[in-house]
């Protein structure tokens, strides 16, 4: 995620105001703020995303649990 690309990253209330202010006047800097957003969540957290560095762990985890058992 980059600052101000995907999200807005503040150290203070302060900042973090006159960001939302500056989205809420530039529509078209709120858009592309929240489509390079949306684009970011479905690219990498999407299921099929997710499931390919889940499901090696989880055959491992019961290829191991099936030779403990035998």
């Known amino acids: 995620m980059i600052d101000r ?3 807005l990253i503040a150290d203070d ?3 973090f ?3 939302v202010l500056n ?4 529509p078209q800097r ?3 703020v929240g489509a390079a957003a949306q ?7 999407a299921w099929k995303e997710i ?3 889940l499901e090696p762990k989880l055959l491992e985890i019961v290829h191991r649990k ?3 058992a035998s």
């Open 13 to 15: 209330e302060t900042d």
């Open 23 to 26: 989205l809420l006047r530039n």
């Open 66 to 68: 099936r030779m403990q």
């Open 39 to 45: 684009q970011l969540a479905e690219r990498r957290y």
């Open 30 to 32: 709120r858009l592309a």
């Open 5 to 7: 690309k995907h999200l």
């Open 51 to 53: 499931m390919a560095g």
């Open 17 to 19: 105001s006159n960001r």
